[in-house]
């Protein structure tokens, strides 16, 4: 069973950093891309990042860019945010996904279809 | 604001049929077909139930379907039942590396 378990969430200052983990298992962690994807009461859903099964290529939304990393470490089945610059509007709860199917390939890579928990990130001061 | 609009309320009595829709535009929903539909309870995660347009995971039934007309896809669920009582979000790829989602529409039974 597809289990995505995140952590790392908690509240942070305007201007602070944060690393978000995503643990992984169930499946052959380093055959399938992943994503985040936040929420956010007002906003509804906000696709965030993807990253490819091997971790060489990465995608960010345009309100992050710059100010947050995707990385993963398959030996250890866990995939990584890490948050720099982080702003009021960044306030949201963090999801991990996993895509659909193994070695996807262009928009299939953008399909999350199993989700963790999520794990709230509160930007305040 | 979303990149794709859904109406913010939909519903239905018990055994009938409901259809969300979802409009965007030519660089997305009309673009390709990588549409996809969620279905989030209170205090849960997204469920996965279309993708691709119209395919659904194994394990959701057969009750919810899914199609596309130019910029706007549909997720049309039959034979409602309470259960269905949720907020149901469409997702499209953007192309350029992009995801964008719809507001929610949430859906009374």
Known sequence: EVELVESGGGLVQPGGS??????????????????????TPGKGLEWVSAISASGRSTYYAGAVKGRFTSSRDNSKNTLYLVMHGL?????ATYYCARVLGEHCTGG?????????????????? | QSALTQPPSASGSPGQSVIIS???????????????????????????IIYE??????????????????????????????????????GSFGGSANLVFGGGTKLTV
């Open chain 1, 87 to 91: 702003r009021v509007e960044d306030t």
């Open chain 2, 22 to 48: 979802c409009t965007g535009t030519s660089s997305d929903v009309g673009g390709y077909d990588y549409v996809s539909w969620y279905q989030q309870h209170p205090g849960k995660a997204p469920k996965l």
């Open chain 1, 18 to 39: 944060l690393r978000l983990s995503c643990a992984a298992s169930g499946f052959t962690f380093d055959t399938y891309a992943m994503s985040w994807v936040r929420q």
């Open chain 2, 53 to 90: 347009v119209f395919q659904r995971p194994s394990g959701v039934p057969d009750r919810f379907s899914g199609s596309k007309s130019g910029n706007t896809a549909s997720l049309t669920v039959s034979g409602l039942q309470a259960e269905d009582e949720a907020t149901y979000y469409c």
């Open chain 1, 108 to 125: 299939s890579c953008y399909v999350p279809a199993y989700w963790g928990q999520g794990t709230l990130v509160t930007v305040s001061s």
